[in-house]
């Protein structure tokens, strides 16, 4: 069964952090590039970061400088770590593979709730 399962969300005041985890189940083959996406409330899905199996990230202008992407390939997971974060990175927090992606697949997300 495929899955994708987000967790360490929660609630923070601003300028604090936090760190999302996501696994993938080990049914997705070949799972070359991750990310993570987000969406606040009334908003549409966005790309926040993702990071190729060789371990290139990329970052939304958003959140460069602030956010960190990594990954443990042998588990098929992949992190956040999420610093100085604002009240406008609200939002459910979703990790995807560009197997799943293409696929249309969604875990559950996480929920990142930031108070100013």
């Known amino acids: 069964q495929v899955q994708l399962v987000e967790s360490g969300g929660g609630l923070v005041q601003a300028g604090g952090s936090l760190r999302l985890s996501c696994a993938a189940s080990?049914?997705?083959?070949?799972?070359?590039?991750m990310y993570w996406y987000r969406q606040a409330p009334g908003k549409q899905r966005e790309i926040v970061a993702s990071i190729t199996t060789g371990g290139r990230p990329f970052y939304a202008d958003s959140v460069k400088g602030r956010f960190t992407i990594s990954r443990v390939n042998a588990k098929n997971t992949v992190y956040l770590q999420m610093n100085s974060l604002k009240p406008e990175d609200t939002a459910i927090y979703y990790c995807?593979?560009?197997?799943?992606?293409?696929?249309?697949?969604w875990g559950q997300g996480t929920q990142v709730t930031v108070s100013s």
């Open positions: 995807n593979t560009d197997y799943t992606l293409i696929r249309g697949f």
């Open positions: 080990e049914r997705i083959p070949s799972i070359n590039i």
